[in-house]
Structure formats: C-alpha cells, structure tokens
C-alpha cells in the first residue's frame, strides 16, 4: 500500500469517526471542536490524488452549509440532518475504489486473549441439601418435660385385659351384676439422638459462611433419625417406640366392593377403628409414600376416565374427612391410618441443642467438635392403640376387599 493510499485510508476511518461524534455532540463547544478537525482533514486532503479535489470541493462547499446550519438555535438537528443527507457524499470522497484497490489488514482481539482468566460471575448461594419431606413429628402433639424426670414416662392406664364390664339386666330381687376395673402403670423411657462434626480453627475463619452451614446441617440429620424413629423405631436398646410397632395391624374381609381401590380401603380401615369405638376415635389422617397417592389420584375406569368417589375433595386430599399426608419414609404397598389425637411427643424442654466443645488433642490441634442433640420419645397408651391401623400389603389387602 503506498503512503497516498494508507493516508487516504486514515482520512476515511477518521471522517467516519467523526461522523458519529458529531451526531451526539450536545454543546455548542464540542461542534466547534469537531468542525476545526474537519476542516483539518479537508485541507490535508488536498495534497492527495488529482482524482479527489473534485470531491472534496463538494465536501467543502457542503461544510460551509453545515457552519451556517450550525450557528442557528436548532444546531444539534440541523448537524444531524445535514449529515444524513450528504454521508453519502462525505463518505464516497475516500473511496478509492475507481482508482485504487487495497485492502487493510487488522489484527482481531479475541475473547480468549487473556491467559488464565478468573473472572466470571459467581452464585454465592449455597442451597440447602435436598432431603425427605418431614410429616410425623407435625401430626401428633409434642409435651416439653423439664429436669429430674429420671429419663423416663410414667403413665397409668386401663389394663384392658382384665377389665370387665358387667352392667346387664336385673331382675326385681336379684343380684345386681359386677363390673370389673383395674389400671397398671407403665413407663418409657426417653431416648437421645446426636450428631457431631469436627473443624479446624482455619475452616470456621476463612470460610465462616460455609462453618455457619454446619449448624443447619446437624439439626437437619437429627430430624431425619427423629422421623425415622418416630415411623418405625422398635423400642428396643437406643431406639424409641414407632407408628409402626404400635398400631395394631389392619386385618381385611371379604366385602365385596367391586374393583377396589386405595380410596375404598382408607374408608374400610377407618370403619375398622371406629365401629364400635365410636364414642373415642374418629380416623383424621392416612399416611403413605407418595407412590402409592399416585396410585389412588390416577385410577382410571374402563373408558380411561378419572376415578374421583363423591366423598373425596376436589384434589384427593381428603378422603371421607381423612386427610392424606404423603410420607416417603413409608415403604411401597403400606400405609397407616389413625386417630392422631391419641399418640404424644415428649421431648426435653431445651429441645434440639447445639454446642462446641473439644475433644482428646483437639486443643492443641486448634481444632473444635460441633454437637447437636435432642432427647425424646413417642406414646401411644395401650388403650388407645387400637386408634391406629397400618396395613403391610394394600395390594392383598385390596383383593381381600372384593372378594364377595
């Protein structure tokens, strides 16, 4: 490229530049600013090829229109509009084109051209990690017990099974009958669940805000083991008594209902606790894993049309008055049924705690233990079992019911 050719080149990005500028001038200083470096660019033009003096002739002519244009009070818009107009002239008094063919090689700047980069947008928040959906704990009532309880429930309650009662038609001169009544004391005792994790010294001060996650994390754990305990805790060594090592077990007869499905035997299984037993338990919650509530919501007839019995609400929720809770700690093909008025949570009246505290060579070792803890248990007096049904096998329990 020859130096005429690289100047005109120059002139051109230049005037084009200008152009712009010109356009978002606001102030009568920076258009005269912008005017003198383009009467500049026009006077050092004229030493370029023979070829472009008559262009640049028309350039300077429409200049002087647009000095002219500048000076009246709508400056800004005659200045745009004059270089509306003409852009096309401005421009073509640098194309060399017609006379001279060259191309400008440029080196391109990538994304890329900053080795290592760090630099990125960065999610500060730290989301919860995912667990099972808690439900048991919010069904029943939960008594705080304050201290010197001796880590244990005591309760008097009927002993059914010697408990008799007599009352029946008398006679004029006869004996009247007997009735007979006994109690027993029982008791059990409170159980403790727990969870510790250690940390240094550096970890609590240079990442405080994952150290402040730890504390959430413990309570979450002991929520799981306490709602696992309180679903099927054994009562035996460690283990509090559960749901379902409590409630007696459903036991299905032959009814005869046509097709059965989950919603007939949540209707069956409430039978079963209150004929008879009507005067103290009334069945207000079924709890079950959320496959098998799909299986009862999505039950379809013959004609592929959704099956919703005229004693269910609108979104299956409440079946017969029984509230459906969806429990995912419960195994596929079992649920359990009851009166959740008559089973209670007793629990320390300090609750779930969390302390610190340092353990062997941790002192030295500038190193510290995170401990959560709660002490609790689960009653359901013997009288009042019978409140509460579990059903092991819904399916053999379904075919059960129809049979006639």
């Known amino acids: 490229m020859t130096e005429v050719e690289k100047a005109a080149q120059a002139h051109k ?91 400008v090689n440029k080196a391109l700047t990538l994304s890329t051209a900053v080795t290592n980069n760090t630099d990125s947008y960065r999610d500060d928040m730290l989301s919860p990690l ?81 150290a402040d996650e730890l504390r959430g994390f413990l309570n979450t754990n002991v929520k799981l083991v306490e709602d696992t305990q309180l679903r099927s805790g054994d009562g035996t060594g460690t283990n509090i008594f559960g749901l379902v090592t409590l409630a007696p077990a459903y036991v299905p007869v032959a009814s005869g209902i046509s097709d059965a499905s989950r919603y007939d035997l949540i209707v069956k299984v409430a039978e079963d606790i209150t004929k008879g037993l009507g005067n103290k338990f009334r069945a207000d919650y079924a709890l079950m894993n959320l496959t098998e509530i799909n299986k009862m919501r999505l039950k379809k007839d013959a004609n592929e049309n959704y099956i919703m019995p005229p004693f269910v609400d609108r979104n299956g929720n409440v079946v017969a008055g029984i509230t459906v809770i969806e429990d995912n700690g419960f195994a596929n093909n079992t649920m359990i049924i009851g009166d959740s008025r008559y089973g209670t949570i007793y629990e320390d009246e300090e609750g779930y705690t969390v302390t610190t505290g340092m353990v062997n060579n941790q002192f030295l070792e500038d190193e510290e233990t995170l401990k959560a803890r709660k002490r609790m248990c689960f009653l359901i007096k013997e009288s009042e079992k019978v409140g509460h049904r579990k059903v092991t096998d819904i399916a053999a329990a379904l075919a059960t019911l129809a049979t006639a």
């Open 130 to 210: 995912a667990s099972r959906k808690l439900a048991i704990y919010d069904l029943f009532k939960k008594v705080r017990i304050g201290k010197n309880n001796a880590g244990s429930i005591s309760y008097r309650d009927w002993d059914t099974a010697t408990t008799v009662r007599g009352a029946a038609m008398v006679a004029e001169g006869a004996a009247f009958p007997e009735s007979t009544v006994k109690w027993e004391q029982f008791s059990i005792n409170i159980k403790k669940i727990g969870d510790s994790i250690p940390y240094t010294a550096e970890f609590a001060y240079d990442l405080a805000r994952f």
């Open 13 to 103: 990005e230049r005037l084009e530049t200008l152009e712009t500028q010109i356009k978002g001038a606001t102030t009568p200083e920076q258009v005269d600013v912008m005017k003198n470096e383009l009467v500049g660019l026009i006077e050092a033009n004229k030493s370029l090829t023979e070829g472009q003096n008559e262009t640049l002739a028309d350039l300077q002519e429409q200049f002087n229109v647009l000095k002219d244009r500048a000076n009246t009070p709508a400056k800004k818009a005659s200045l745009d509009a004059i270089l509306k107009e003409n852009a096309d002239a401005i421009k073509s008094s640098f194309e060399q084109k017609k006379d001279h063919n060259f191309t």
